[in-house]
């Protein structure tokens, strides 16, 4: 018979180490099974699955079948142990990375972790052109300006404008053109009427939040109805009007220290009608404060309007 042929030759052909007595015992105890097999079948027409069945249930293939796992498995396990003791050292290694990220993460808690964060609302004035763009070569540390759309600034929902309609102080209470009140009146257009200008040289503007607030973006235009660059400009926060108390810096273009307030490493910038995003990160204050001295234009400090945004009572 063909099968019962095949089945001794790969019984023969099996290349697991035995001793020759045991081989001889599975070739007898293989040839008794054999000629059970001829005794036994009666029905010729038996289905390929039954006869497997059959084969499967004869003891000598199940013992024959467990040694073979088990040589299987000694070696399987001696040659795969370095492996697995490498992934296993790979594993640990990526654990530790991760539980450190996490960690890192866990050192630098962001206060609006716990609020979904959508795109910062806010509404830009016209585009003002112009037909002759004048020269900015002679504008120090001027980085390229760019007229596209700034990309959507996240925010933590529930993140407003804080200062719209609130008064407004400075360090000139008597304006050249305007009144202060336009810093934070809505109106952000290119047209006269709509800026003020202060004295010349180096001037302030201070807004009050009426409340420890966390701010989350500081928005604003001096003048925009043509290009130029303000310059020692410089954005700061504290908890107190006279910012003496926790004061903090979150921009500053004043390269030379010519304001006295410090080194700045931001940037000059063109002034346009997206105005200037300052990024304050969540940080919690309730004065922000921003200075200027001039322009690549002139000596005057203008302020078409400024928005603080930020969520409207400190989390506690
Ligand atoms: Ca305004
Ligand atoms: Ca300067």
Not at 226 to 251: G, H, S
Not at 272 to 294: C, E, F, M, P
Request: include cysteine; charge should be negative.
């Amino acid at each position: 018979m063909k099968s019962e042929n095949n089945i001794e030759q790969s019984i023969t052909n099996m290349k697991f180490k035995t001793s020759p007595a045991l081989d001889e015992r599975i070739l007898s105890a293989a040839e008794q099974e054999l000629i059970q097999i001829n005794n036994t079948r009666e029905d010729k027409n038996q289905s390929p699955r039954e006869k497997v069945r059959f084969i499967m249930k004869l003891n000598w293939i199940k013992y024959t079948a467990a040694a073979a796992a088990l040589i299987a498995i000694i070696v399987g396990v001696h040659f795969g142990y370095k492996r697995t003791s490498l992934e296993s050292d790979k594993s640990l290694t990526q654990k530790a990375t991760s539980e450190t990220k996490i960690a890192n993460q866990d050192e630098t808690p962001k206060p609006e972790s716990s609020r979904k964060m959508v795109p910062l609302d806010f509404q830009l004035p016209k585009p003002c052109f112009i037909s002759t763009p004048p020269n900015l070569s002679g504008i120090p540390r001027l980085e390229k300006p760019s007229y596209e759309p700034r990309p959507p600034f996240l925010v933590p929902v529930g993140t407003v404008n804080l200062v719209r309609g609130r008064p407004v102080s400075s360090s000139n209470e008597n304006p050249t053109i305007g009144e202060i009140d336009y810093i934070t009146d809505g109106d952000k257009e290119a047209v006269d009427g709509s800026y003020v200008e202060l004295a010349p040289g180096l001037q302030y503007i201070t807004l009050d939040l009426g409340d420890l607030c966390p701010i989350y973006a500081i928005l604003f235009w001096h003048e925009h109805m043509f290009p130029r660059a303000y310059y020692d400009v410089i954005v700061q926060i504290a908890d107190d009007a006279d910012f003496t108390q926790n004061v903090r810096t979150l921009f500053n273009n004043d390269f030379d220290n010519s304001a006295g307030l410090g080194v700045g490493t931001d940037m000059n910038y063109i002034e346009t009608y997206q105005g200037k995003l300052v990024d304050a990160k969540g940080a919690i204050a309730r004065y922000v404060r921003l200075y200027s001295n001039g322009s690549s234009a002139n000596d005057m400090n203008n302020y078409t309007e400024v928005e603080v945004y930020g969520l409207p009572v400190r989390e506690k």
